[in-house]
């Protein structure tokens, strides 16, 4: 156990564990606005009782946050036999991405080889591209570098770890995108990836620990972090962890009411699906002097049963709104959630059929009604019958049906530009109602092309990587900040035998 009173805390007091509530601090100890940048000499100093540093575990690799980004940070610094330690604040490990919906955009894996699907990355990364760009997202390079390292993930989590993803053929032979993998049940079955992960890392020797939230940087003497104090999410009593190298993937802040606020005031009225993406790794990385990047954009919304926003990607549904007007593509796990908002239209239904229920994904659509029987109206043998189920006039929802129909009949959603599935619904008709919420947020962190965590002069510092929905790079989802980890996994590898051999 190493005990010095030398070294310093950063960022404590802005991160409070028990309540789980959170605020940001200034010097003077009051609150400051949550995207306020701190001094690289601000140690935060709202908690006063603060009990002097001592390590009661040391790795080489501290990787804080166990989402999809930190469990694959972890790969490659424990293939290198590397000591590595992941820690997160809740009990249960996996964060959002374990109950994410598990559509990945991915092109050119071996998975997708094996399927016959014989688009390659490259050749995909132009339609992506534009969607990034479409998107907002700024950096299009890094997102290249992410997107064209997906593949590569993936090929590692099968054939290293036993990750599980569904055969694209089941879907893509229905008429579904090729350039999307699902796990191995298909939506909402994000276990199937994660839980091999997990096992695989921990028979490769990486250890976990759950229910600690980190709260605060320490660093040595000469200014460098070397380890991070946890808080303990029930008892607030302290755990200091040493490490060479810590990789701070806490997710993004959907969650955090006060960042969501200050950064996208817009959408601080929309309910937000997850509790846990608190922004902590952002305003950790802050008081350490870390540059914050484009929190202020808005990220795209989705349903509140997520799973349902991805049911037009794999087979036939039309969204209406209140009135009976459809007003948003359903091939898009966003689009209805976004124009929802954009126009004041409170909330939608979901209408699907045979069609759907009996496709690829006839689990999660069990599974979703199921659970939300009383969100749900149906079965309906006709459109009129269906208006009454949704208490609208029959002619509104039959002037929709009809006009949705004579899209289908030209090939072409000439009102919405949907390509997927542009299908007529057959009876029994059912209906879902859903509200829109917000899920992820964009920006973060500035890192940068390895993930090192960057100043506000844009030099790395020191010991510090960040990725996955935490960085300003994160770009899209599951996919992406999985290679994100893959991508810092491996330049901390190095980094750690550079310094070694130096020595
Ligand atoms: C409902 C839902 C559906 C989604 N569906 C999709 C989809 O279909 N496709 C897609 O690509 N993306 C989807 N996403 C987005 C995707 O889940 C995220 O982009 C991705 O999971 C982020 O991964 P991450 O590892 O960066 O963060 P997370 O998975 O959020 O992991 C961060 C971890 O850090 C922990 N943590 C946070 N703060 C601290 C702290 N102070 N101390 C210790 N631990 C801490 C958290 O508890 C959490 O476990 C969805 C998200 C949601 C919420």
Redesign the pocket.
């Known amino acids: 156990m190493e005990r010095r009173a030398f070294f310093k805390l950063i960022g404590a007091g802005a991160?409070i564990a028990a309540g789980g509530a959170m605020t940001a601090c200034s010097s003077s100890g009051g609150l400051a606005s949550p995207l306020a940048p701190a001094s690289s000499t601000d140690e935060g100093p709202c908690v006063a009782d603060d009990p002097e540093v001592s390590f009661s575990s040391e790795a080489d690799v501290l990787v804080?946050?166990?989402?999809?980004?930190?469990l694959s940070a972890a790969m490659a610094p424990l293939e290198a036999h590397r000591s590595v330690m992941i820690?997160?604040?809740?009990e249960l490990l996996?964060?959002?991405?374990y109950?994410?919906?598990?559509?990945?955009y991915v092109s050119g894996s071996a998975l997708q080889k094996r399927a016959g699907i014989a688009t390659t990355t490259e050749q995909a990364w132009d339609a992506r591209k534009q969607a990034y760009a479409d998107a907002g997202i700024v950096d299009l390079d890094f997102a290249k570098r992410l997107f064209t390292t997906a593949p590569e993930w993936v090929d590692h989590l099968v054939d290293d770890y036993g990750a599980q993803f569904e055969d694209p053929s089941d879907y893509v032979k229905a008429g579904a995108s090729e350039g999307m993998l699902l796990p191995k049940r298909g939506l909402g079955d994000m276990e199937s990836v994660m839980t091999p992960l997990r096992d695989g890392l921990s028979a490769k020797g990486a250890s976990f620990s759950t229910g600690?939230?980190?709260s605060a940087f320490v660093v040595d003497e000469s200014g460098a972090v070397c380890g991070v104090r946890f808080r303990d999410a029930k008892s607030n009593a302290v755990t200091d962890v040493g490490a060479r190298v810590v990789v701070v993937?806490?997710?993004?802040f959907a969650s955090s009411q006060p960042l969501v606020h200050a950064n996208v005031p817009s959408q601080e009225r929309i309910g937000c699906?997850?509790t846990?993406?608190?922004g902590?790794?952002q305003l950790l990385c802050a008081h350490l002097g870390g540059q914050l990047a484009d929190m202020n954009k808005p990220a795209p919304l989705?349903s509140d049963l997520?799973q349902a926003a991805?049911w037009g990607l794999f087979g036939p549904v039309l969204i209406v709104d209140a009135l009976g007007r459809r007003f948003a593509r359903e091939d898009d796990?966003n689009a209805a959630a976004d124009a929802c908002v954009a126009d004041d239209r409170g909330y939608w239904w979901t209408v699907f059929g045979k069609g759907l229920s009996s496709g690829a994904q006839a689990r999660s659509i069990a599974q979703v009604t199921t659970k939300n029987a009383k969100r749900m109206v149906g079965p309906f043998d006709d459109v009129e019958a269906l208006a009454g189920g949704l208490g609208l006039p029959a002619d509104a929802l039959k002037a929709t049906f009809d006009g949705y129909g004579a899209l289908v009949d030209a090939g072409k959603d000439a009102d919405f530009g949907r390509t997927a599935f542009l299908q007529k619904i057959e009876p029994p008709y059912y209906a879902l109602k859903q509200f829109p919420v917000r899920?992820?947020t964009r920006g973060g962190v500035r890192t940068d092309a390895e993930g090192r965590l960057l100043n506000a002069a844009g030099s790395a510092i020191a010991n510090v990587y960040a990725c996955?929905?935490?960085a300003a790079g994160?770009v899209?989802?599951?996919?992406t900040?999985g290679a994100f980890g893959l991508i810092v996994g491996r330049a901390v590898a190095k980094a750690l035998d550079e310094r070694d051999a130096e020595k």
Not at 64 to 70: K, L, R, T
Not at 99 to 104: E, N, Q
């Open positions: 991160v804080v946050g166990s989402g999809i980004a930190g820690v997160d604040k809740l996996g964060g959002e991405s109950s994410a919906t598990g559509v990945m600690l939230v980190a993937a806490t997710g993004g699906y997850t846990a993406s608190m902590e790794g989705t997520p991805a796990m899920y992820k996955g929905s935490v994160s899209e989802g599951l996919a900040n």
